[in-house]
Antibody
Framework: QVQLQESGPALVRPSQTLFLTCTVSGYSISSGFYWGWVRQSPGQGLEWIATIYHKGSTYYNPSLKTRVTIFLDKTNNQISLTLESVTAADTAIYYC??????????????WGQGTSVTVSS | QSALTQPRSVSGSPGQSVTISCTGTSSDVGANNYVSWYQHHPGKAPQLILYYVTERPSGVPDRFSGSKSGNTASLTISGLQADDEADYFCYSYAGTYTVFGGGTKLTVL
């Protein structure tokens, strides 16, 4: 079955860029679907971050749009996310997800286990 | 947009039923049927258990059911089992924005 596995640094310094990767197994991301990221932070709760369509169209949460980039690595079957100029407010568990039907997701039918990121000096 | 409002915790004994509410506004929960529910056992991947208010994905038992009235959606779990003990959160797609619930911890007594 299709599985999502996030990876990335556990600790990031303030003002640095966070780089996260989601490895998809059991399905080629080139073949279809939207793919995205959601995060859960102590302060903001759960929040949709970004989505990318398998053909490359990208969609961003307006509140994060200026700092976020999502892209596909089709060679390695991965979805990657960069978040620039991080602050403590970006401390969260970051989940890789598969949004269904719409770019921001009518719903999310697949989730990874999440990767915990702390922003601290 | 504010998070959807869920009770922080609910509890029930094995075999009983519990209902978890998810209250939004006329712009999100009340505006359409794009409400979904997720079960999350800590440390594991969240799992979709309901979408479009009442639809169950393949493999989700019919003990899980959903409904909506006005700006409030509800998840009902009947015949509680020990494995149902988990966090549950709702989600609403409002078109111009999306919003999650704050999450509810279900304890099976």
């Amino acid at each position: 079955q299709v599985q999502l596995q996030e990876s990335g640094p556990a600790l990031v310094r303030p003002s640095q860029t966070l780089f996260l990767t989601c490895t998809v197994s059991g399905y080629s991301i080139s073949s279809g679907f939207y793919w995205g990221w959601v995060r859960q932070s102590p302060g903001q709760g759960l929040e949709w971050i970004a989505t990318i369509y398998h053909k490359g169209s990208t969609y961003y949460n307006p509140s994060l749009k200026t700092r976020v980039t999502i892209f596909l690595d089709k060679t390695n079957n991965q979805i990657s996310l960069t978040l620039e100029s991080v602050t403590a407010a970006d401390t969260a568990i970051y989940y890789c997800v598969r949004p269904r039907i719409a770019s921001a997701g009518h719903y999310f039918d697949l989730w990874g286990q999440g990767t915990s990121v702390t922003v601290s000096s | 947009q504010s998070a959807l409002t869920q009770p922080r915790s609910v509890s029930g004994s094995p075999g009983q039923s519990v209902t978890i509410s998810c209250t939004g506004t006329s712009s999100d929960v009340g505006a359409n049927n794009y409400v979904s529910w997720y079960q999350h056992h800590p440390g594991k991947a969240p799992q979709l258990i309901l979408y479009y208010v009442t639809e169950r994905p393949s493999g989700v038992p019919d003990r899980f059911s959903g409904s909506k009235s006005g700006n409030t959606a509800s998840l009902t779990i009947s015949g509680l089992q020990a494995d149902d003990e988990a966090d549950y959160f709702c989600y609403s797609y409002a078109g111009t924005y999306t919003v999650f619930g704050g999450g509810t911890k279900l304890t099976v007594l």
